[in-house]
Every structure is written in structure tokens, then in C-alpha cells.
């Protein structure tokens, strides 16, 4: 190439063709980087939102699981079994209900002072027993009167992380009696979380509010003393703040070498934080594969492509030289030269005109015949879908005639298949009943096939129709028209879809779920009645709506007597209560039958059943027709028969008479639990009466003994033996006179009977007076230790100074000689508290549940501090404070001296000041 000095510069067409070449591949590289940038960028934002979404799957799931344990927890502090407390029944029990769930590992019960009463573990032993006072989620129990989800513990017995889900066991006042402990494996929930994953890479974590790990899918054998390592960690900080966090780069705490990538979220309702994390170098391996594979295969296009340029860029230059010739040829006028270039691009056709134009015409055929081949190809696969679609679709022609139906349509009708409908609407109408979902006629102009006719388009209009063979189904219909071109409607189609099944189901599951309510309702009413016949009452009203009968009649065995005797019924007329009022149990009846055998008797229809005569009384003079008689069993023993009647006959299903069986046993429980408060309301009855009679009977020979004895000792001068003897008897018969008077004030306080003088008292006047009093008798020095601005409280004065009374004797009586006694009054929340500390020698912890029993000594005879003195004093103080509405309890360890308490509910009478104020 010559070049002239200032002229432009003038390049072959080879070398144009080669810097033509390099500037298509500029842009092509500069895509390829685009594409790794955004390549990087969208996986790895696909990867995180991908782990949100286990996050948020799995936070959900382990919401689930805990209300599922609160649930199962409110279920079994209901439970009259458990609020017994009796650890001889709640072992087995809670061991039964264990082996039945899957998703706990045990339940265990617990009752106010933290001492396992229940042991529900399988796997390990119910002794020695458990004291969970002192554990936090257990003070919180009970100091809050709701569930409580503990922190990640380590458990001892058996040897497992696990979390624990408290709920109070409520007693009739609400207050908690107890707890009920539902023990959550961390290895459960690990296992329940793994199908979340959604590829092996990811690991799922839970922490607790603290940030302690539950679990770790990567590490599944951390020790426990590693389980705080996310403690710090900043996106599981802002999870448990209720924040979810996603992170693109972190150091992994377990393993500072790794980096991380994943996601953290908070749990629905619960302060815990779930994460679902992968190492950033697995998780982003399958970008960085792609990535060598675009760089090797752009160098290897880039290597081949510039040897294909420079071979192309030769043989491309040959052609134009041809070019040349032939048009020099041309402009001589030769006209029967043709250009032989067979370059295949715009040189070829400048060369052969013709021929290249006779070449479009064919290509341009062969592209119609492609394009025609491949419209008849989709419109093949469009009949195939539309044929294999299980929903009936009919075509409607605007002439009004369904014109055309699909396979599932026409079986729909009942013809055959490529049969052709040629149906009038009006005919379609009539031949298949079709009507609204609620029954009635469906109008002419209501039918969807002709409403898509009109324009309008609809979805999920429910309709019923009657096919060929008699059945009716429920369908759910869409509709639209179908338009040409220009617009113009010329067709209406319809899609039915069979809703019938998914329907009958619906109204299955309405009935189990109002079956389940009515149960609730029933274990509600049952529960607030105490008396046996307002018990009979309830439960027959209550079975009514929860068994679904038209009638109700309740049988019970009373006493002695072979037969049943109606306590309660629904639904019966006068005369048939009057004829059912008796039946003997020999009787061929149903109902009697049924407590014989102890077994669930059904009959469908009475009409069916010529004897025996109950059955004809409901039958022909009730019009009853169905008929379900149930035992009641409670306590190993038959209580009497429930029997439930409808006005129509009724099978039942095995879960309808599992139900039935249900219902009857929570009747049973309730009727023995009315029976049984009856008993011990007699015998409390009777031993109040023994007792007023005993200090009636004793008042009169104590009093002339120590009148006597007072006597003797002012007016006679004895000997000094005499004078002890009679010191000795008057001290003895001053302390049968106080047991006596104790015996009175017990009988006073009478459950059941209100004999509190209650008024405003100024509780810190009346410790300090009874302090003062006391303090001048005894070589005891006694600290009053008093809040100020303590409120008055609504209270018996003269009950209240008996309690002071008995505390500081019982504290003066057990102390040595001299040593000092503490009384501290303070504020608790919405009540006051009065607290008596000696320095005895301390009530043995096994002794302690029973100190407030009557006449209990709380130290065994021989012990260090035993004075061989009992009395009514703290038993008389117990029932003193539970009928103020008032708690009192102890505290005592062996050579710490013991301090009792009792606290009384504050109340802020209107225009009252505080009573040092």
C-alpha cells in the first residue's frame, strides 16, 4: 500500500474486513463482562432471597411447633387429672400421652413449690423427682400466670438440648397451682426443619432469645458450652430485634475461616431468630463454573475466529478482483458472461441477478411451506391440550346451539367421543336439569354459555346439573367470548369444572369443626357446675347441640336400686318422661342393654325394632327414628347411660361413635365429679359438726379446772411441790382452753359460711400494736421492718390480729432463748405482704407440705428446738388468710430458722389516703 503525504489514509479491503472483524468483538466482549457482572449479581441475589424464603418457611414451621406445645400444654393442665396432682395417676397418664405425639419428646407436671408430680418421659425415671422452683421459666410461670417458652437448655435427665414450654395449671380462682412442662427436643426440630432446605448447601440455625443455638444443620454434634457463638453476631442481633437481615459476606463464628451467605429472620409472635446460611465458595461454585466456561469458550471463539478472519478476509478479497472484471466486461457489452463467485453474499448476487432472484422465489416458497407446517404442528399440540384438559369446555355458535365440547364435555353428556353436541340451549337446559347451586331453576338468560354469547366474561359461577346417569353434580363454571379479527363474537366458551367431591368435603370439614366447638362449649359448661343435678341438666342440654339429636335422655344407677332412673332429658314430651322414668335393667331396652353389656348400642331406625317397648315409645309416640345409647364409665365404675334420639333415621360412621363414646365419657366424668364433691362436702359437714360439738363439750370442765386451779393457787398455802402441781395443771388446762377456743374459731370458719367482719384496716398499725403487745411478754426482742406508704386493706381486724398472734407465738416458741424475731410488712405488686422469720432450728423439707394441717408438729419427736407442743394456731391462720382472699406459705431450711408469710390483695377505697401517708 503506497501512501501520499497529507492525503487520507486508504485501506485494502482485506485489512477493512479484518478492523471490522475487531470492532464486532469489542462489543461482544464488553457484553461478556456485562453478563459475568450481572450474572454474579442475580445469583447471588437469587441465592439470598431463596434463603429468606426457607427463613420465613422455617420461622413459620417452628412458630407452629411452639403453639402446637402451648396448645397441647393448655390441654393437659385442663385435664381433672392432672389439676389431682397426684403423682401415683399422672406417671402412667403422662407416659401414655407421650407415646402418642411425635412432635415432643415428654410432658412432665409440676406443682406450685416446683416438685414434679408427673412424670411423662418413657425413657427415663420418674424418681427422684424433679424441683424446677428455681428454674427462671418456672418463676415466670408463675409469677405471670401464662405460658412461658424457657431458653436452650441442657437437660440432665435424659441427656438432651431441648427448650421447655411451660403453661400454668389454673386453680378455680385462676391462680396457678401448678405447671405442665412440655419437653421440645432441639433434635426434633432439627428434623422437621430439613425438608425445608431447598438444595444440600444451605444449613438451617434457630437461636434463642438470648442467642443460643437450638441447632445447627452443619454442625449437628456442637457441644452445648459452643451453642453462643451467633450470640454477637449482628444479623442474628437485628433478627432477634425483629429485623430480618440478609448477608453477602460474613465470617462464619464456628469456623472464622469460612465466609458466609445467607439470611436471618424473626420467628411470628416469639423473640427467636431462625437463619438459613451457606459458605459463600459453595454457593456461588456453580457461577464461578460458568464463568470459566464463558472465558474458555470466548478465548477459544476469539483463537478460532481471528484464523477465520484473516483465511476469510483473503478469500473475500478474490471475489471484488472478480467483480472487477466482470464489470469492465459488462460495460463492453458482453452480455453472456456470468460471473462464477460462489461467495454466498451480496457479491454472488450482484453477479448472478437473475439467478439470485429465481433463488429468493424458491427460498421465499420453502418459508411459506415451513410456516405452514409448523402452524398445523401447534395446531395439533392445541387439540391434544384442550383434549386432555379434565375439565368439560362446550363452544356455544351465536345461532344458540352448543356446537362443540371436548372429550371430558362430551363424557360429560354422556356421548360418544368425536360425537358432535347440536344441542339448542334451550334443549342443553332441559335434557341436563341445570339449575343454581342453591336448587333453584336457572333462567334462560342466566346460562353461562349465553352470557358469553352477550361479551361478558366470568369466573366461579357455581351451578348444579343432572347428567345422563342420575347424578347431580356441582360445578364451577368460567366463561368468555371468543372474537375474530375484526372483534366480532363467534363463539361463547365455558369451562365446568367438577367441585362436587371438593365440596362434600367442605361441608365435611364445617361439621367436624362445629362438632369440635360444640365439644369445647360442652367441657365448659360442665366445668363451672359442681351440683349433681344441675351437672344432669347441663349435660343434657349440652349433648343436644354437641351430638346433633333431636332428643336427649340421661340415665343414672342410683344407690342400691337394679334399675336406671332419668335424671335429665331434652326434648321429650311430659307423658314419655313419666313412662322412661324407670327402667329396670333387666330389660331388653337399649338403654338398659347398654349399661349391662357396657357397650355402645345403635339402632337406625326404631321403626324397625317391634320391641322392646321403649322402643315403641319413641318410636310411635315420639316420632323418634334414630336411636344411640351410650355407657358412662368413670373410676372403673358405670354411672348410668346417656342416649341420644333424632326424628330421622342415622348411620353413623366409626368416628361418629368414637365421637359418641367421647362425649359420653366427658358426661361420665362430670357426674362423678359432681357425685364425689357431694361426699366430701358431707364429710366436711360432719366434721364440723364433730368439732363444735367437742369444744362445746370440753368449754365447760376446762374452764372449772383452771378456775379451780387459780383458786388453789392464790387462796391455799401448799407445800413448794403443791404449789408447782398446781402451776403445772393451770398452765395445762390455759392451753386445752386456747385449743378449745381454737376449735371454735375453726368452726367459724367453715368453708362455705361468711364470717368475716371486713372493713378498711390499717395493716402496718396493726402489726406494729400486736408487735408492741407481744414484745412486753416474751425475752424475745422482735424487729419491725415496715414499707412506707403501704394502702389499706379490705379485712377482718380481729382475724387479722389472731394471725399476727399465732405467727409470733409459733416463732417465740420454736426460737433459743433470746435471739431476735423479724417481722418485715412490704409491697408486692397489687398486694401486701407480712413476713415472720425466727431462728430455730428449721422444719425438714419433708415435713413442710403439712405444717399448716390441724394439730401437725413440724418438728418429729427427739429432733434439736422439738417442744412436744401442737395446736390449731397456723392451721386457724391459713384459714383466716384463704378467706381473705390471701396467700400464705413458708420458708425454711434446716439450722436457718424458718419465716412464714402471708400476703392479703390491696384495694384503694375511693377518697382513702394510705395509712401513713
Not at 70 to 79: E, P, Y
Not at 357 to 368: F, G, H, S, T
Not at 791 to 819: F, G, T, W
Request: net charge neutral; hydrophobic share 40%; aromatic share 4%.
Amino acid at each position: 500500500m503506497h501512501t501520499v503525504p497529507g492525503a487520507p489514509i486508504r485501506l485494502s479491503f482485506q485489512r477493512k474486513l479484518l478492523l471490522a472483524f475487531a470492532a464486532v468483538l469489542l462489543p461482544v466482549l464488553v457484553l461478556l463482562g456485562a453478563d459475568i457482572v450481572s450474572d454474579d449479581r442475580g445469583t447471588q441475589e437469587t441465592y439470598l432471597e431463596a434463603q429468606s424464603l426457607t427463613a420465613h418457611a422455617v420461622a413459620v414451621q417452628v412458630s407452629e411447633s411452639f403453639d402446637a406445645a402451648i396448645d397441647l400444654g393448655w390441654a393437659v393442665a385442663n385435664d381433672p387429672l392432672v389439676r389431682m396432682l397426684d403423682a401415683r395417676q399422672l406417671d402412667d397418664h403422662l407416659r401414655r400421652l407421650t407415646r402418642g405425639l411425635s412432635r415432643f419428646n415428654s410432658i412432665g407436671v409440676y406443682d406450685a413449690r416446683g416438685l414434679n408430680q408427673g412424670w411423662g418421659d418413657p425413657d427415663s425415671p420418674a424418681e427422684p423427682r424433679l424441683r424446677i422452683a428455681d428454674r427462671p421459666y418456672f418463676q415466670r410461670v408463675m409469677a405471670t400466670n401464662a405460658p412461658v417458652i424457657s431458653e436452650i437448655i441442657e437437660l440432665r435427665r435424659p441427656l438432651r438440648t431441648a427448650m421447655i414450654i411451660s403453661v400454668p395449671i389454673r386453680d378455680a380462682r385462676e391462680q396457678p397451682m401448678g405447671v405442665v412442662n412440655v419437653v421440645m427436643g432441639t433434635d426434633l426440630l432439627t428434623q422437621r426443619s430439613l425438608p425445608a432446605r431447598t438444595h444440600t448447601r444451605q444449613e438451617i440455625l434457630l437461636v434463642d432469645p438470648h442467642g443460643r443455638l437450638a441447632f445447627h444443620t452443619g454442625y449437628p454434634s456442637l457441644p452445648f458450652s459452643r451453642g453462643d457463638a451467633f450470640a454477637t453476631f449482628p444479623a442474628v442481633t437485628a433478627a432477634l430485634g425483629g429485623l430480618p437481615t440478609q448477608v453477602d459476606r460474613a465470617h462464619d463464628p464456628l469456623a472464622p475461616d469460612t465466609q458466609l451467605l445467607g439470611a436471618f429472620v424473626p420467628t411470628p409472635r416469639y423473640h427467636w431468630a431462625v437463619g438459613v446460611v451457606a459458605s459463600r465458595e459453595s454457593a456461588l461454585a456453580p457461577l464461578a463454573a460458568r464463568l470459566n466456561t464463558k472465558l474458555a469458550a470466548f478465548g477459544g471463539i476469539l483463537l478460532f475466529s481471528g484464523l477465520m478472519a484473516a483465511s476469510l478476509a483473503r478469500i473475500q478479497a478474490r471475489p471484488v478482483r472478480q467483480l472487477q472484471a466482470l464489470a469492465q466486461a459488462l460495460g463492453r457489452g458482453e452480455m453472456g458472461q456470468r460471473a462464477r463467485i460462489r461467495t454466498g453474499d451480496e457479491m454472488e448476487r450482484l453477479g448472478e441477478a437473475l439467478n439470485q432472484m429465481a433463488a429468493q422465489i424458491a427460498q421465499r416458497q420453502r418459508e411459506v411451506d415451513a410456516l405452514r407446517a409448523e402452524a398445523e404442528c401447534h395446531a395439533r399440540q392445541l387439540g391434544a391440550i384442550i383434549a386432555s384438559v379434565p375439565d368439560a369446555i362446550f363452544l356455544a355458535s351465536p345461532d344458540e346451539r352448543l356446537s362443540d365440547a371436548n372429550p371430558a364435555g362430551l363424557r360429560l353428556l354422556g356421548l360418544p367421543e368425536r360425537a358432535r353436541p347440536d344441542l339448542t340451549l334451550d334443549a342443553f337446559i332441559q335434557r341436563y336439569g341445570l339449575r343454581h347451586a342453591d336448587g333453584r331453576p336457572l333462567a334462560r338468560a342466566e346460562l353461562p354459555l349465553l352470557r358469553a354469547l352477550r361479551g361478558e366474561t366470568f369466573t366461579d359461577v357455581e351451578m348444579r346439573l343432572r347428567t345422563p346417569s342420575g347424578e347431580e353434580l356441582l360445578v364451577s363454571v368460567n366463561g368468555a367470548p371468543v372474537k375474530d379479527a375484526a372483534g366480532r363474537i363467534i363463539l361463547g366458551e365455558t369451562v365446568l369444572h367438577d367441585i362436587t367431591e371438593r365440596h362434600r368435603t367442605e361441608r365435611e370439614r364445617i361439621r367436624l369443626l362445629e362438632r369440635e366447638r360444640a365439644f369445647a362449649r360442652m367441657g365448659q359448661a360442665l366445668v363451672r357446675e359442681v351440683e349433681l343435678e344441675r351437672v344432669a341438666q347441663v349435660a343434657s342440654e349440652q349433648c343436644l347441640l354437641a351430638l346433633g339429636a333431636d332428643a336427649v335422655g340421661l340415665w343414672m344407677v342410683e344407690g342400691e336400686r337394679p334399675g336406671l332412673a332419668l335424671k335429665a332429658s331434652q326434648g321429650f314430651t311430659k307423658a314419655a318422661r313419666e313412662k322412661l322414668r324407670e327402667l329396670p335393667l333387666e330389660t331388653s331396652s337399649p338403654t338398659a342393654r347398654a349399661i349391662r353389656q357396657e357397650s355402645l348400642q345403635v339402632i337406625e331406625d326404631l321403626w324397625c325394632e317391634p320391641e322392646p317397648a321403649e322402643c315403641q315409645i319413641l318410636a310411635t309416640r315420639e316420632g323418634f327414628r334414630g336411636l344411640v345409647a351410650i355407657p358412662l364409665h368413670s373410676r372403673g365404675r358405670m354411672v348410668g347411660v346417656l342416649t341420644s334420639l333424632t326424628r330421622a333415621p342415622v348411620t353413623h360412621s366409626p368416628r361418629d361413635l368414637e365421637y359418641h363414646m367421647t362425649v359420653g365419657q366427658l358426661v361420665a366424668v362430670a357426674l362423678e365429679k359432681a357425685r364425689l364433691f357431694q361426699e366430701v362436702r358431707e364429710a366436711l359437714r360432719l366434721r364440723e359438726e364433730f368439732l363444735s360439738a367437742a369444744a362445746h363439750e370440753l368449754k365447760t370442765p376446762v374452764t372449772t379446772l383452771q378456775t379451780w386451779a387459780d383458786i388453789l393457787t392464790w387462796k391455799e398455802e401448799g407445800t413448794e411441790r403443791q404449789r408447782k402441781g398446781l402451776a403445772a395443771i393451770a398452765r395445762g388446762a390455759r392451753r386445752l382452753g386456747r385449743l378449745v377456743e381454737h376449735l371454735f374459731t375453726a368452726t367459724r370458719l367453715a368453708p362455705g359460711v361468711a364470717k368475716l367482719d371486713r372493713g378498711p384496716v390499717d395493716l402496718r398499725a396493726l402489726v406494729s400494736e400486736r408487735v408492741s403487745s407481744l414484745a412486753l411478754s416474751t425475752d424475745h426482742p422482735i424487729h419491725l421492718c415496715s414499707s412506707e406508704g403501704v394502702p389499706l386493706v379490705n379485712a377482718d381486724p380481729q382475724r387479722m390480729r389472731e394471725v399476727m398472734l399465732h405467727l409470733l407465738e409459733n416463732a417465740i416458741r420454736y426460737s433459743p432463748p433470746a435471739h431476735p424475731i423479724e417481722v418485715r410488712l412490704e409491697c408486692a405488686e397489687s398486694e401486701a405482704v407480712v413476713s415472720v422469720h425466727d431462728q430455730g432450728p428449721g422444719i425438714p423439707p419433708e415435713r413442710q407440705p403439712h405444717v399448716f394441717e390441724p394439730l401437725y408438729e413440724p418438728l418429729p419427736s427427739g429432733a434439736t428446738g422439738y417442744v412436744g407442743m401442737v395446736g390449731l394456731g397456723l392451721h386457724l391462720s391459713s384459714r383466716i388468710i384463704e378467706a381473705h382472699g390471701g396467700r400464705i406459705w413458708l420458708e425454711s431450711a434446716p439450722g436457718q430458722g424458718t419465716t412464714f408469710h402471708f400476703s392479703l390483695p390491696l384495694q384503694r377505697l375511693e377518697g382513702s389516703r394510705h395509712a401513713n401517708a
